[in-house]
């Protein structure tokens, strides 16, 4: 199966707004559950959000809700989670991926993990 690959990252001011897409590198794909993660060099890989194969339901870490939408368009299997008010501690690398089973939040349940997008938020 191809990768997905990750776009829309860069260096943005507090305050300010992104918009990272997800989509696979060849073809589109069969309906996934999906879901965003970020991570920073010496941590964990950090749930941000995700959303049901239907797209009807949305999932966000108590960090970024009310600021991050999750969405996704099945026509060409993408997915893309808009970014607003965004804050230093936003900073990382942005990594897509399909949800597999089990929870929604767990790294460990999520398979096709594209190669990040940076995202850099200065104060």
């Known amino acids: 199966q191809d990768k997905l690959v990750e776009s829309g990252g860069g260096l943005v001011q507090a305050g300010g707004s992104l918009r990272l897409t997800c989509a696979p590198s060849g073809r589109p794909w069969s309906t996934y559950a999906m879901g965003w993660f970020r991570q920073v060099p010496g941590k964990e890989r950090e749930f941000v959000a995700a959303?049901?194969?239907?797209?009807?339901?949305?999932y966000y870490a108590d960090s970024v809700k009310g600021r991050f939408t999750i969405s996704k368009d099945e026509t060409k299997s993408t997915m893309y989670l808009q970014m607003n008010s965004l804050k230093p501690e936003d900073t990382g690398v942005y990594y897509c991926?399909?949800?597999?089973?089990?929870?929604?939040?767990?790294?460990?349940?999520?398979?096709?993990w594209g190669q990040g997008t940076q995202v850099t938020v200065s104060s």
């Open positions: 991926a399909t949800h597999a089973s089990g929870s929604y939040s767990s790294p460990a349940d999520y398979t096709n």
């Open positions: 959303i049901s194969w239907s797209g009807t339901y949305t």
